[in-house]
Protein backbone atom coordinates (compact mmCIF):
# COMPACT_ATOMS: atom_id res chain seq x y z
CA UNK A 1 0.00 0.00 0.00
CA UNK A 2 0.97 3.57 -0.81
CA UNK A 3 1.76 5.89 2.00
CA UNK A 4 4.38 7.68 4.07
CA UNK A 5 6.22 6.12 6.97
CA UNK A 6 7.71 8.06 9.52
CA UNK A 7 9.95 6.37 12.66
CA UNK A 8 10.19 5.97 14.94
CA UNK A 9 7.02 6.52 16.55
CA UNK A 10 8.14 7.74 19.72
CA UNK A 11 11.70 9.13 20.18
CA UNK A 12 13.33 10.07 24.07
CA UNK A 13 17.50 11.74 23.69
CA UNK A 14 18.96 13.82 25.98
CA UNK A 15 19.28 17.98 26.35
CA UNK A 16 22.09 18.56 23.31
CA UNK A 17 21.89 15.88 21.48
CA UNK A 18 21.06 15.78 17.84
CA UNK A 19 18.19 13.26 16.57
CA UNK A 20 17.27 12.34 13.06
CA UNK A 21 13.59 11.96 12.51
CA UNK A 22 12.96 9.52 9.68
CA UNK A 23 10.41 10.25 6.69
CA UNK A 24 10.03 7.96 3.58
CA UNK A 25 7.13 8.06 0.91
CA UNK A 26 6.44 5.50 -1.80
CA UNK A 27 3.45 7.70 -3.56
CA UNK A 28 5.98 9.31 -6.06
CA UNK A 29 4.90 12.53 -4.88
CA UNK A 30 7.25 15.71 -5.93
CA UNK A 31 6.86 17.42 -2.63
CA UNK A 32 7.57 16.89 1.01
CA UNK A 33 6.98 18.53 4.17
CA UNK A 34 7.56 18.80 8.15
CA UNK A 35 4.99 19.95 10.35
CA UNK A 36 5.56 20.68 14.32
CA UNK A 37 2.37 19.96 16.40
CA UNK A 38 2.32 21.98 19.79
CA UNK A 39 -0.68 21.93 22.04
CA UNK A 40 -3.08 24.84 20.82
CA UNK A 41 -0.76 25.88 17.72
CA UNK A 42 -2.08 23.58 15.33
CA UNK A 43 0.60 22.66 12.67
CA UNK A 44 3.45 25.24 11.98
CA UNK A 45 5.71 24.57 8.54
CA UNK A 46 9.25 23.52 9.52
CA UNK A 47 10.97 22.87 6.09
CA UNK A 48 9.03 21.58 2.83
CA UNK A 49 10.57 20.42 -0.62
CA UNK A 50 9.66 20.68 -4.05
CA UNK A 51 11.89 18.44 -5.70
CA UNK A 52 15.71 16.37 -4.65
CA UNK A 53 18.09 18.29 -3.50
CA UNK A 54 16.29 21.85 -2.86
CA UNK A 55 14.33 22.53 0.11
CA UNK A 56 12.98 25.63 1.23
CA UNK A 57 12.36 26.76 5.56
CA UNK A 58 9.30 27.38 6.53
CA UNK A 59 7.82 29.70 9.47
CA UNK A 60 9.93 27.75 12.14
CA UNK A 61 12.86 26.59 10.43
CA UNK A 62 15.30 27.39 13.59
CA UNK A 63 17.22 24.76 15.16
CA UNK A 64 16.56 22.21 12.37
CA UNK A 65 17.58 21.13 9.09
CA UNK A 66 16.56 18.55 6.34
CA UNK A 67 18.28 17.06 3.32
CA UNK A 68 16.33 15.30 0.01
CA UNK A 69 19.15 13.36 -1.49
CA UNK A 70 16.22 11.48 -2.56
CA UNK A 71 12.65 11.55 -3.75
CA UNK A 72 11.18 9.22 -1.49
CA UNK A 73 13.22 10.29 2.00
CA UNK A 74 12.92 13.33 3.81
CA UNK A 75 14.54 13.11 6.60
CA UNK A 76 14.44 16.04 9.60
CA UNK A 77 17.27 16.88 12.38
CA UNK A 78 16.66 18.48 15.50
CA UNK A 79 19.23 19.95 16.42
CA UNK A 80 20.83 21.37 19.79
CA UNK A 81 20.14 24.69 18.76
CA UNK A 82 16.54 23.90 18.89
CA UNK A 83 15.25 26.16 21.79
CA UNK A 84 12.51 23.38 22.97
CA UNK A 85 12.43 20.31 20.97
CA UNK A 86 9.58 18.72 22.51
CA UNK A 87 6.67 18.11 20.81
CA UNK A 88 4.73 16.08 18.06
CA UNK A 89 6.52 16.31 14.14
CA UNK A 90 4.24 14.96 10.85
CA UNK A 91 5.78 14.70 7.73
CA UNK A 92 3.44 14.91 4.58
CA UNK A 93 3.97 14.68 1.03
CA UNK A 94 1.58 16.33 -1.85
CA UNK A 95 1.87 14.58 -5.88
CA UNK A 96 2.11 18.70 -6.83
CA UNK A 97 0.91 22.33 -7.05
CA UNK A 98 -2.81 23.49 -5.16
CA UNK A 99 -3.32 20.16 -3.33
CA UNK A 100 -4.14 18.69 0.08
CA UNK A 101 -1.30 16.90 1.75
CA UNK A 102 -1.15 13.12 2.99
CA UNK A 103 0.61 12.62 6.25
CA UNK A 104 2.37 10.11 7.60
CA UNK A 105 1.58 9.09 11.78
CA UNK A 106 3.70 11.59 13.41
CA UNK A 107 6.98 11.02 15.85
CA UNK A 108 6.53 12.14 19.38
CA UNK A 109 10.02 13.53 20.30
CA UNK A 110 10.72 13.95 23.85
CA UNK A 111 13.69 15.62 25.41
CA UNK A 112 14.94 15.34 28.71
CA UNK B 1 0.44 36.34 4.68
CA UNK B 2 -2.22 33.67 4.26
CA UNK B 3 -4.06 33.04 7.97
CA UNK B 4 -6.21 30.76 9.29
CA UNK B 5 -8.26 31.08 12.18
CA UNK B 6 -10.66 28.30 14.06
CA UNK B 7 -12.74 30.77 16.86
CA UNK B 8 -13.45 27.30 18.57
CA UNK B 9 -11.07 25.90 20.98
CA UNK B 10 -13.34 22.84 21.67
CA UNK B 11 -17.04 21.82 20.91
CA UNK B 12 -19.08 19.34 21.84
CA UNK B 13 -22.15 17.94 20.50
CA UNK B 14 -24.86 14.83 21.10
CA UNK B 15 -24.50 11.64 19.37
CA UNK B 16 -26.80 11.65 16.61
CA UNK B 17 -27.17 15.40 16.62
CA UNK B 18 -25.80 18.19 13.73
CA UNK B 19 -22.40 20.35 14.84
CA UNK B 20 -20.73 23.41 12.77
CA UNK B 21 -17.37 24.18 13.07
CA UNK B 22 -15.98 27.11 12.15
CA UNK B 23 -13.11 28.64 10.22
CA UNK B 24 -12.36 32.07 8.48
CA UNK B 25 -9.38 32.79 6.55
CA UNK B 26 -7.56 36.18 5.39
CA UNK B 27 -6.83 36.25 1.77
CA UNK B 28 -6.03 38.55 -1.13
CA UNK B 29 -6.54 35.97 -3.61
CA UNK B 30 -9.59 34.91 -5.70
CA UNK B 31 -8.00 31.39 -6.73
CA UNK B 32 -7.45 28.95 -3.52
CA UNK B 33 -8.08 26.09 -2.11
CA UNK B 34 -9.80 24.96 1.24
CA UNK B 35 -9.81 21.51 3.23
CA UNK B 36 -10.89 20.33 6.37
CA UNK B 37 -8.75 17.70 8.51
CA UNK B 38 -9.65 15.43 11.08
CA UNK B 39 -6.79 14.14 13.73
CA UNK B 40 -8.26 11.44 15.80
CA UNK B 41 -6.56 10.50 19.30
CA UNK B 42 -4.40 8.28 16.89
CA UNK B 43 -3.05 11.69 15.83
CA UNK B 44 -3.15 10.29 12.17
CA UNK B 45 -4.32 13.42 9.83
CA UNK B 46 -7.30 12.42 7.40
CA UNK B 47 -8.62 14.81 5.14
CA UNK B 48 -12.25 15.40 5.09
CA UNK B 49 -13.38 17.59 2.40
CA UNK B 50 -12.22 19.63 -0.10
CA UNK B 51 -13.45 23.32 -1.55
CA UNK B 52 -12.37 24.69 -4.52
CA UNK B 53 -12.97 28.29 -4.17
CA UNK B 54 -13.86 28.73 -8.06
CA UNK B 55 -16.90 26.48 -7.32
CA UNK B 56 -19.80 27.96 -5.85
CA UNK B 57 -21.47 24.52 -4.79
CA UNK B 58 -20.62 23.20 -1.44
CA UNK B 59 -18.71 19.97 -1.12
CA UNK B 60 -20.50 17.56 0.33
CA UNK B 61 -18.78 14.14 1.44
CA UNK B 62 -21.18 11.74 3.01
CA UNK B 63 -22.34 13.00 7.08
CA UNK B 64 -19.91 16.09 6.30
CA UNK B 65 -20.80 19.52 4.47
CA UNK B 66 -19.39 22.71 4.36
CA UNK B 67 -20.81 26.10 3.93
CA UNK B 68 -17.99 28.20 1.91
CA UNK B 69 -19.04 31.60 2.03
CA UNK B 70 -16.28 33.45 -0.49
CA UNK B 71 -17.41 37.06 -0.10
CA UNK B 72 -17.08 36.81 3.72
CA UNK B 73 -13.63 34.49 3.49
CA UNK B 74 -15.99 31.68 5.82
CA UNK B 75 -15.80 27.86 5.56
CA UNK B 76 -17.61 26.00 7.90
CA UNK B 77 -18.03 22.22 8.41
CA UNK B 78 -21.05 20.99 9.43
CA UNK B 79 -21.42 17.36 10.10
CA UNK B 80 -24.79 15.32 10.61
CA UNK B 81 -25.62 12.21 12.74
CA UNK B 82 -22.47 12.52 14.61
CA UNK B 83 -20.98 9.33 15.74
CA UNK B 84 -18.53 8.75 18.56
CA UNK B 85 -15.87 8.42 16.47
CA UNK B 86 -15.91 11.74 14.64
CA UNK B 87 -14.55 12.98 18.39
CA UNK B 88 -11.06 14.38 17.05
CA UNK B 89 -9.29 17.69 16.62
CA UNK B 90 -10.67 19.26 13.45
CA UNK B 91 -7.65 21.29 11.35
CA UNK B 92 -8.68 23.85 8.48
CA UNK B 93 -6.44 24.76 5.47
CA UNK B 94 -6.16 26.89 3.10
CA UNK B 95 -3.58 26.55 -0.08
CA UNK B 96 -3.21 29.34 -2.96
CA UNK B 97 -3.47 28.62 -6.35
CA UNK B 98 -1.35 30.33 -7.19
CA UNK B 99 1.37 27.23 -8.06
CA UNK B 100 1.92 27.11 -4.36
CA UNK B 101 3.06 24.25 -2.05
CA UNK B 102 2.24 25.44 1.31
CA UNK B 103 -0.26 24.27 3.09
CA UNK B 104 -1.39 27.09 6.05
CA UNK B 105 -3.22 25.56 8.92
CA UNK B 106 -5.46 27.08 12.11
CA UNK B 107 -5.22 26.24 15.35
CA UNK B 108 -7.88 23.50 15.49
CA UNK B 109 -10.89 22.65 17.59
CA UNK B 110 -11.31 19.56 19.36
CA UNK B 111 -14.33 18.13 18.89
CA UNK B 112 -16.25 15.82 21.44
CA UNK B 113 -19.19 13.65 21.04
CA UNK B 114 -21.54 12.52 24.24
CA UNK B 115 -22.82 9.18 24.06
Known amino acids: DGGITQSPKYLFRKEGQNVTLSCEQNLNHDAMYWYRQDPGQGLRLIYY???????QKGDIAEGYSVSREKKESFPLTVTSAQKNPTAFYLC???????????FGQGTRLTVV | AQTVTQSQPEMSVQEAETVTLSCTYD???????LFWYKQPPSRQMILVIR??????QNATENRFSVNFQKAAKSFSLKISDSQLGDAAMYFCAYISGAGSYQLTFGKGTKLSVIP
Open chain 1, 49 to 55: SQIVNDF
Open chain 1, 92 to 102: ASTPGLNTEAF
Open chain 2, 27 to 33: TSESDYY
Open chain 2, 51 to 56: QEAYKQ
